[in-house]
T-cell receptor, first 118, second 113 residues
Framework: GAVVSQHPSRVICKSGTSVKIECRSL??????MFWYRQFPKQSLMLMAT?????????EQGVEKDKFLINHASLTLSTLTVTSAHPEDSSFYIC??????????????FGQGTRLTVV | QKEVEQNSGPLSVPEGAIASLNCTYS??????FFWYRQYSGKSPELIMF????GDKEDGRFTAQLNKASQYVSLLIRDSQPSDSATYLC?????????????FGKGTRLSVIA
């Protein structure tokens, strides 16, 4: 399957600082990437849809000014958690699809980023 | 509101048995269906996808889809302790990679040696 690389895998930051998470599609171009958040023992919650060359689409309840998404190229989307607080501590996962047709609708996930805000 | 429902479990099966995981979805227009496995602290990995009614087999895994009943299942034959994980059912309404999958909350499977 296609490869999606996410970095860093783990980050600890101080409350009030910002953290950037990168998501790269390594062997395909992704016009659309998705950012999820997962709290312990809960399911994936879609945060936003990242569209190359345009503004991201945020899900209801997700603060666009707090979770900045940039999709500047067909292989890279970044999520910046600004002014992080302990309640932002979570597992953040990106995904992308080759999206070329019927057999390519499955989402490939990055390795995830464990964010801990202290 | 598109919803995907799964029994959260835990589902416990003895080693070597068949594990049966079930999923229902609310959007009758759903076109593609996926099963992901997620180990604790890791991101989901795709196990199988199915688009057409009926069964699809891949090794020890069989996905079953019944669009009339809006039901999709995953059977794991000869269950192994390494199969212990959370299994996520996901659904897509379009044949397109530009719409996000809708995920269920996952079923935790425990295979007991």
């Amino acid at each position: 399957g296609a490869v999606v690389s996410q970095h860093p895998s783990r980050v600890i930051c101080k409350s009030g600082t910002s953290v950037k998470i990168e998501c790269r599609s390594l062997d395909f171009q992704a016009t659309t990437m998705f950012w999820y958040r997962q709290f312990p023992k809960q399911s994936l919650m879609l945060m936003a849809t990242s569209n190359e060359g345009s503004k991201a689409t945020y899900e209801q309840g997700v603060e666009k000014d707090k979770f900045l998404i940039n999709h500047a190229s067909l292989t890279l989307s970044t999520l910046t958690v600004t002014s992080a607080h302990p309640e932002d501590s979570s597992f953040y996962i990106c995904s992308a699809s080759t999206g070329r047709g019927l057999k390519d609708t499955e989402a490939f996930f990055g390795q995830g980023t464990r964010l801990t805000v202290v | 509101q598109k919803e995907v429902e799964q029994n959260s479990g835990p589902l416990s099966v003895p080693e070597g048995a068949i594990a049966s995981l079930n999923c229902t979805y609310s959007d009758r227009g759903s076109q593609s269906f996926f099963w992901y496995r997620q180990y604790s602290g890791k991101s989901p990995e795709l196990i199988m996808f199915i688009y057409s009614n009926g069964d699809k087999e891949d090794g020890r895994f069989t996905a079953q889809l019944n669009k009339a009943s809006q039901y999709v299942s995953l059977l794991i034959r000869d269950s192994q302790p390494s199969d212990s994980a959370t299994y996520l059912c996901a659904v897509n309404t379009f044949y397109s990679g530009n719409t996000p999958l809708v995920f269920g909350k996952g079923t935790r499977l425990s295979v007991i040696a």
